[in-house]
């Protein structure tokens, strides 16, 4: 029995471009989902001045 190497070359090069292009888009999902995790928290405002905070106080 023949081994057909042009057969898993093909096959070879097919998984190995499979795992770089999930490698790929992991990395990009990873790095949407970091941005928005860093960015998803509430701004507090804090318009009036508050008479019991002495830290502007000398």
Not at 1 to 7: A, F, G, T, Y
Not at 25 to 48: G, I, P, V, Y
Request: no cysteine.
């Amino acid at each position: 029995m023949k081994i057909n190497w042009i057969v898993i070359g093909v096959v070879a090069l097919l998984v190995i471009i499979l795992v770089i292009l999930t490698l790929r888009k992991n990395q990009k999902e990873k790095r949407k989902l970091e941005n928005l995790l860093n960015n998803d928290f509430k701004k507090t405002d804090k318009d009036d001045v508050d008479a019991e905070d002495s830290a502007n106080e000398k």
